[in-house]
């Protein structure tokens, strides 16, 4: 089994949108729309598993200190190979080479978030509150449960 990480061009965005439908129609992650992903292109990192895309995330960088892990998944016929948590280390990587201080998820996936060293925070200790421009657009707006979590680097 051959896996392999590297950042995307734009000719990836419909398969990137395609491997993400399902958790964006259940509310799971905010939609990203072509030319958005297009725009931020930059932010993201795909992992492969035999030619065939596993997964994705994006690193975005909200501020000198701060920075978010987005629109994580990993295609549930690659789940179990520790591929989300290859994809959340190299954002952490991504950020430490930028010299960020700390990285947010917003996630319905606490567990999975502690198993790579983020801690639980309160949404309200969010340090850059605009990061609530995107909740507007969010399915499940105003009533939120995802779980504000961080890493400090």
């Known amino acids: 089994m051959e896996i392999k990480f590297y950042k995307p061009d734009v000719t990836h965005i419909a398969s990137m949108q395609a491997l993400v439908k399902e958790e964006v129609e259940s509310g799971k992650i905010l939609l990203r729309t ?3 992903m297009a725009n ?14 596993a997964g994705f995330t ?12 987005r629109s994580l998944v990993v ?6 190979l520790k591929l ?3 994809l959340v280390q190299a954002c ?3 950020a430490k080479k930028y010299k960020l201080q700390q990285i947010l998820s917003l996630t319905y996936e606490q ?9 639980k ?33």
């Open 34 to 36: 072509e030319d958005e």
């Open 40 to 53: 931020t292109i930059r932010s993201y990192t795909i992992v492969e598993v035999d030619g065939e895309m």
């Open 58 to 69: 994006a690193l975005h960088i909200h501020s000198c200190r701060l920075a978010e892990v």
């Open 75 to 80: 295609s549930k016929k690659f789940r179990g």
């Open 84 to 86: 989300g948590q290859k």
């Open 92 to 94: 952490i990587e991504e």
């Open 111 to 119: 567990g999975f978030f502690e198993s790579v060293g983020f801690t």
């Open 121 to 153: 925070i309160e949404k309200e200790d969010i340090p850059e509150h605009k990061i609530w421009a995107d909740c507007i657009r969010c399915k499940h707006f105003p009533i939120c449960e995802e779980i504000a979590m961080v890493y400090d680097l």
